[in-house]
């Protein structure tokens, strides 16, 4: 974060985020509900993923909180909806310019909270206040309809919030993707009940304070965001049940997706999700081989592997394959596993002992099934806390379960393809669709392999970067709906149709003798 050796700032890390966690060490972090923060008979413990110590304990909600929360989102709800767009603009710029502020402190927390390297999480701190400056800046123009007259009528449309959405989101990068869907709520005019991960609740703290206290100076009902931490069988489920809330806006497994899908089916709920991904990244042999192997190496071992958009499934034409596999085997072998606020550190612990058990099953499977494991394929740093090798699976089959599966960690399982066809079928032989990364030097086929791709959103020559105004999201068992851009008011905004009778139109008549 400053100039110092790597050691000095790791202590300098280590003092801080210290301090941070002192409050939440020291109380049950609580919910926050109507701008009240509020406790429940029940608590969990977060763990710290270096060590699986308690690093505090928190409330977990059950009926009477969610309850609570959708009731003060609709009080929240009656007020928000009709704060002009210029002001709603200037109130979300005032959030983001909170969270720039306490930067450093949700960069540390967020660190420890979730394992990430703390040399991403400065970053992923301020990409969540550019969200909200982004959404900020639509709000005064968020409701603009069209106007589509006929002879007899004007029609015009207006966009209108929907209301209280429930936010239910995971443990990877969690204070950014919580903003995602946050600020365009917000700035659509809707009011929210946050649920976030169990496993990393202590961001959305710190985010649910910032707003609470901007919309308390503005005079508005603190209710228009609400936080409730729990468990997604209990507090998530609950929320999705609750006929107050609107919609639903989930970021999480595929599986979960059904399960919210169902439990909201009685409600006819609205429902945005972001699935999971077995993404390809595909190497032709006409590609630069140095800048795909370089962007291979990031897409699947950064933010330990525990990325959406991972690119969980490199495909390398036949030709190159040898060549390009023994240059990713010794790169693989150098990344760095460390302590997550230590600066140099390029793997951090995954998020909890059940998930690395997870990760590392796979190699049994790579084994049993008949793929090489390259490289790793263990447990780093002396089997304490849920540090995992970098691991390498290498002449593998598309049907094998490291192929078809998302592994969700610092795990990449290497394919040889033959031609254009055969990657392209082998790309699309999975249930999910969300990401695809194409490397090639002949421009037409990247545009026919794009087109072909099943996935929501497609790289080429290039590693994932993220323009706000696109969509994102997927197709297939990855997702229903896209966040990014304009596309996000969809989840969050209803059409309505206003149509005015002009002086012409007559009523059919009836009753006339
Ligand atoms: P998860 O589905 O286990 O949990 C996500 C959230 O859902 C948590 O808050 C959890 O408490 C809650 N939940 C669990 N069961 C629930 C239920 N029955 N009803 C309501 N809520 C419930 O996912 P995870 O393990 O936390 O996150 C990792 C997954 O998220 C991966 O599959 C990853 O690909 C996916 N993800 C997708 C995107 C995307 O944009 N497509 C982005 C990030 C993560």
Redesign the pocket.
């Known amino acids: 974060m400053n100039q110092l050796p790597t050691s000095a700032l790791l202590s300098d890390n280590m003092n801080k985020a210290r301090e941070y966690l002192r409050r939440f060490r020291s109380q049950v972090v609580p919910h926050r509900i109507g701008g009240h923060p509020g406790l429940s008979d029940q608590t969990f413990e977060n763990l710290d993923p270096s060590d699986n110590s308690v690093l505090c304990m928190v409330a977990s909600g059950g009926e009477a909180e969610i309850d609570r929360a959708a009731r003060a989102a609709e009080d929240g709800f009656r007020i928000w909806k009709d704060v002009p767009g210029d002001r709603r603009r200037a109130l979300l710029h005032q959030i983001a310019d909170q969270i720039e502020a306490r930067a450093e402190e949700i960069a540390l927390v967020e660190s420890i909270d979730s394992g990430q390297p703390i040399r991403y999480m400065a970053k992923a701190a301020l990409r969540g206040a550019e969200n909200f400056r982004f959404y900020a800046d639509k709000a005064p123009e968020v409701s603009d309809g069209k106007s589509l007259p006929t002879r007899t009528h004007l029609n015009y449309t207006l966009r209108q919030p929907i209301g209280p959405i429930g936010i ?6 969690p204070f950014m ?1 919580s903003t995602w869907k946050i600020a365009p709520a917000l700035a659509a005019g809707c009011s929210i009940v946050h ?5 990393s609740p202590l961001s959305a703290v710190i985010l649910s304070e910032i707003m609470t206290e901007v919309f308390e100076k503005a005079d508005l009902p603190p209710g228009i965001a609400n936080l409730v931490h ?4 209990t ?3 609950l ?2 049940e609750h006929p107050s809330i609107r919609a639903i806006a ?8 059904s ?2 899908m169902a ?1 909201g089916a009685p409600t006819l709920k609205r429902v945005h ?5 077995k993404n390809p990244v595909i190497v032709f042999d006409d590609a630069d081989l140095e800048r795909a192997r370089d962007a291979v190496l990031f897409m699947i071992y950064s933010l330990n592997g ?4 991972s690119s969980s499934r490199a495909l390398i034409q036949r030709s190159v394959y040898d060549r390009f596999v023994s240059d990713l085997a010794a790169r693989v072998k150098s990344i760095k596993v460390g302590q997550p606020l230590d600066p140099s550190t390029e793997i951090g612990p995954l998020i909890h002992p059940r ?1 690395a058990e997870k990760v590392l099953s796979y190699a049994k499977c790579a084994a049993q099934d008949g793929a090489q494991i390259a490289t790793g394929g263990g447990r780093a740093l002396n089997g304490k806390g849920n540090f995992v090798e970098p691991t390498l699976f290498v002449d593998a089959q598309n049907t094998m379960r490291i192929a078809q599966e ?1 592994i ?1 960690g610092p795990v990449l399982t290497v394919i040889p393809f033959d031609d254009e066809a055969d990657a392209i079928r082998i790309a699309n032989d999975v249930k999910y669709g ?1 990401a695809a990364y194409i490397w090639t030097g002949d421009v037409g086929r990247a545009h026919r392999v794009a087109r072909d791709v099943e996935a929501g959103m497609v790289w080429v020559n290039s590693e994932n970067v993220r323009h706000l105004p696109t969509p ?3 197709v297939k068992a ?2 229903i709906g896209r ?1 990014g851009g304009d596309y996000a008011f969809d989840t969050y905004m209803e059409q309505k149709n206003i149509a005015i009778g002009l002086d012409r139109h007559r009523p059919p008549a009836i009753g006339v003798r």
Do not use: Y
């Open positions: 239910i989101t995971p443990w990877n990068t993707l649920k976030p991960a169990e496993w729990g468990f997604g069988e507090a998530g489920k929320l999705t989930f970021v999480g497994e595929s599986v979960t997706g399960h919210i439990q999700f972001e699935l999971g991904g525990q990325r959406c958009t998930h998302e969700f969300l994102f999201g997927g990855s997702g966040d």
